[in-house]
């Protein structure tokens, strides 16, 4: 028998009149909350459901913590009126509650106005935070307990909220911290597996590309030879091409039916272009390939074939026929991964469509580097499946310039230490210092290589930009990431 869940309350700050996304998601709860409290000073019609405390905005902070007090619950949680709480919100809150914990929190999906990503919160304090605490201990001063994290994005939350919901969101939680010895602790929730059990109505290919004249024909035809035969569509997404891609777009359109041509001209970028992508497509399921590769035949059978047993699906690369020669660089697959969690790489990766409109699709802010692991680890996080389709196999091209491959590598470096900074309170841990130093030692022993083989020279390259980026994302992100 599984131990009994405390009850939780919910107090809804709302001082700018807008409460009902943060109340549809509660009614939408696994664990439904005991009770309803919306702090607003909007006077709406009676609901039975809900308990409404009239405030002002200068005195939202103030009814928040009032409202909390005042409740029956062993447990209040708090939301802003325009947060959108995943259905197990407080299911794991509850959980890890058990043990008398003073604060609860958990993570939160940072959205723009727009609803796209704009990143995450996992560090421990209020900032950003949606958390319950316990309820007594707003009574009392001096006492000690737990500061429990559960390290999930449960919450999604806009980023543009007036610093008034802020504060009241955060009044409670910050009197608990003011007044009680709080001793931090972590608890990691069971992985729920989603079970869809449903097949694709339709696939849409999304291939973002700018000035991708030379290798898009070659992705074309193998698109336009693949053996799935249910209904599909293809988005070639120009990203502000100044060559002839788009002629080269224009003449595949008799060989691969339902092909768009969709403009993405306003800002540079691999995620902007996809995100287009994803706003343009009428498919509910969504492959995503890149303009230099060439697919499998079986490519998009593969993955739509994996689409009922997950959310998100990574499939193969192999860089064998298009780059033989560089047979040391070949992407490890999924199964083979050893940062943090399993991602799927931009290269070879599909998933439906709502999963994507959920998590707020990619990232953005990600520029030559990491928003597939980005995208991947936050789809994890939000309880979603990440799955692996070994069969739909992504012919991969690695950069044959030495000055692409140090900018890519060095991008890479740099995205890892910004990943490490968001990731690190769910358990994305950095290399140990022993590593660390094998790494550095290496690469000035080997000095000498950029003199010899052109072989060598690439090896030291690739791990001499991959180890500077790495140095340039710590100093940015205020982290040790070596």
């Known amino acids: 028998?599984?131990?009994?869940?405390?009850?939780?309350?919910?107090?809804?700050?709302?001082?700018?009149?807008?409460?009902?996304?943060?109340?549809?998601?509660?009614?939408?709860?696994?664990?439904?909350?005991?009770?309803?409290?919306?702090?607003t000073p909007a006077d709406p019609l009676p609901d039975p459901r809900l308990h409404f405390a009239r405030c002002a905005s200068e005195t939202a902070a103030e009814v928040c913590v009032e409202a909390a007090r005042a409740g029956r619950t062993p447990y209040v949680a708090f939301l802003h009126g325009r947060d959108e709480a995943f259905p197990d919100w407080l299911r794991h809150l509850a959980g890890a509650a058990r043990d008398d914990a003073g604060l609860v929190?958990?993570?939160?999906?940072?959205?723009?106005?727009?609803?796209?990503?704009?990143?995450?919160?996992?560090?421990?304090?209020?900032?950003?935070?949606?958390?319950?605490?316990?309820?007594?201990?707003?009574?009392?001063?001096?006492?000690?307990?737990?500061?429990?994290?559960?390290?999930?994005?449960?919450?999604?939350?806009?980023?543009?909220?007036?610093?008034?919901?802020?504060?009241?969101?955060?009044?409670?939680?910050?009197?608990?911290?003011?007044?009680?010895?709080?001793?931090?602790?972590?608890?990691?929730p069971a992985v729920d597996v989603s079970d869809r059990g449903r097949t694709p109505d339709l696939v849409s290919v999304v291939i973002p590309v700018r000035d991708g004249a030379l290798t898009l024909p070659a992705q074309l035809r193998a698109l336009a030879s693949q053996t799935y035969t249910a209904p599909w569509e293809l988005l070639v997404v120009d990203n502000g091409s100044t060559d002839?891609?788009?002629?080269?777009?224009?003449?595949?359109?008799?060989?691969?039916?339902?092909?768009?041509?969709?403009?993405?001209?306003?800002?540079?970028?691999?995620?902007?272009?996809?995100n287009r992508g994803i706003a343009g497509a009428r498919g509910d399921f969504i492959a995503f390939c890149d303009a230099d590769d060439v697919a499998d035949p079986g490519w998009l059978a593969a993955?739509?074939?994996?689409?009922?047993?997950?959310?998100?699906?990574?499939?193969?690369?192999?860089?064998?026929?298009?780059?033989?020669?560089?047979a040391d660089e070949q992407p490890a697959p999924m199964t083979e991964q050893?940062?943090?969690?399993?991602?799927?790489?931009?290269?070879?990766?599909?998933?439906?469509?709502?999963?994507?409109?959920?998590?707020?699709?990619?990232?953005?802010?990600?520029?030559?580097?990491?928003?597939?692991?980005?995208?991947?680890?936050?789809?994890?996080?939000?309880?979603y499946r990440v799955g692996y389709a070994h069969d739909a196999r992504m012919h991969y091209r690695l950069r044959a310039e030495l000055s692409g491959l140090a900018r890519q590598k060095w991008n890479y470096g740099r995205s890892g230490a910004r990943l490490y900074a968001a990731y690190r309170h769910a358990g994305f841990e950095r290399r140990d210092n022993r590593t660390v130093l094998m790494n550095w030692s290496w690469l000035l022993l080997h000095t000498s290589d950029l003199a010899r083989s052109p072989n060598l020279r690439r090896r030291w390259i690739r791990y001499g930009a991959r180890l500077s980026g790495f140095l340039a994302g710590s100093a940015e992100r205020g982290v040790r990431y070596l």
């Open 244 to 274: 002839a891609t788009r002629e080269v777009a224009e003449k595949a359109r008799p060989d691969v039916p339902g092909l768009r041509i969709v403009d993405a001209h306003e800002r540079p970028g691999e995620s902007y272009a996809r």
């Open 105 to 188: 929190q958990c993570g939160t999906l940072r959205l723009r106005a727009d609803a796209l990503a704009e990143g995450i919160t996992l560090t421990p304090g209020l900032d950003g935070a949606a958390y319950a605490v316990r309820r007594d201990l707003l009574h009392t001063t001096g006492r000690r307990a737990a500061w429990v994290m559960v390290p999930r994005l449960l919450v999604r939350r806009r980023t543009d909220d007036t610093a008034a919901t802020v504060s009241a969101a955060r009044a409670a939680g910050a009197c608990l911290v003011r007044d009680t010895h709080l001793a931090p602790s972590t608890h990691v």
């Open 303 to 326: 993955l739509a074939g994996a689409a009922p047993d997950a959310d998100l699906i990574g499939g193969s690369l192999d860089s064998s026929v298009l780059s033989p020669m560089y």
């Open 1 to 39: 028998m599984e131990p009994t869940l405390p009850e939780i309350g919910v107090v809804v700050a709302a001082p700018e009149g807008e409460w009902e996304p943060a109340v549809h998601s509660l009614l939408r709860q696994s664990l439904p909350p005991a009770a309803i409290t919306v702090v």
């Open 338 to 383: 050893t940062d943090f969690l399993p991602f799927a790489r931009g290269a070879n990766c599909a998933a439906w469509k709502d999963v994507l409109t959920t998590i707020g699709g990619w990232d953005e802010s990600y520029l030559g580097g990491g928003e597939d692991m980005d995208l991947s680890w936050r789809a994890h996080l939000c309880g």
